[in-house]
């Protein structure tokens, strides 16, 4: 298994708190589809990461802005500015 760089590692992780931590709220406030389409979009998040492979961290940041773009209007968060290289808070 080759494992993603650390700073990508930690900031995929981030995503995953943040998304996860969302879809709560998104959830609570009965938007049951955009619900289901954020946990879609989050799903196979740990499975690139246990494969890691070039091109995952497009793959993750591409399907992160296609969520964020339907839901720019009723949602803040930009998921994808975290995957930067120093994008994540250090701590979370």
């Known amino acids: 298994m080759k494992a993603p760089p650390d700073h990508v590692l930690h900031n995929v992780l981030f995503v995953l708190h943040l998304g996860l931590s969302d879809l709560r709220y998104v959830a609570k406030a009965g938007r049951t589809e955009q619900a289901f389409e954020l946990a879609d979009t989050l799903e196979n998040i740990p499975g690139l990461l246990d494969e890691w492979?070039?091109?995952h961290l497009d793959l993750i940041k591409k399907q992160l802005e296609?969520?964020?773009a339907k839901y720019s209007s009723i949602s803040s968060s930009d998921y994808?500015?975290?995957l930067r290289?120093?994008?994540a808070p250090?701590?979370?």
């Open 85 to 87: 290289e120093n994008g």
């Open 80 to 82: 994808a500015k975290y």
């Open 66 to 68: 296609l969520y964020q």
């Open 90 to 92: 250090d701590r979370f």
């Open 53 to 55: 492979a070039e091109g």
